[in-house]
């Protein structure tokens, strides 16, 4: 079995930052790359941030300089910092992992339960 497990959201301010946090644990044998999804009411759910096993980024045009998304290989978790938020980055942000279990040949996607972020004045 395979767990992600995120934390860190919450409310905050237009402005304010939150740190968020996705942990990979179970029968991991490799993890590729791994990202944050987000999905606000009455919307599809739309790519974040993502960040390969090499340290290679990609960013949703609205978040670039803003949020900085980080990985801890050893660890199998990611980390998305968010500054100067606003209140249109309300969603529930979803973290993704493409990754291979052990004895197995194929990579697959597992997603977290996701973690709400409210900005609000």
């Known amino acids: 079995q395979v767990r992600l497990v995120e934390s860190g959201g919450g409310e905050v301010q237009p402005g304010g930052s939150l740190r968020l946090s996705c942990a990979a644990s179970g029968n991991i044998f490799r993890v590729n790359s791994m990202g944050w999804y987000r999905q606000a009411p009455g919307k599809e759910r739309e790519l974040v941030a993502a960040i390969t096993s090499l340290g290679s980024t990609n960013y949703k045009n609205s978040v670039k300089g803003r949020f900085t998304i980080s990985r801890d290989n050893a660890k199998d978790t990611i980390y998305l910092k968010m500054d100067s938020l606003k209140p249109e980055d309300t969603a529930v942000y979803y973290c993704?992992?493409?990754?291979?279990?052990?004895?197995?040949?194929?990579?697959?996607?597992?997603w977290g339960k996701g973690t709400l972020v409210t900005v609000s004045s």
């Open positions: 993704n992992a493409n990754l291979v279990v052990t004895g197995g040949y194929i990579a697959m996607n597992y």
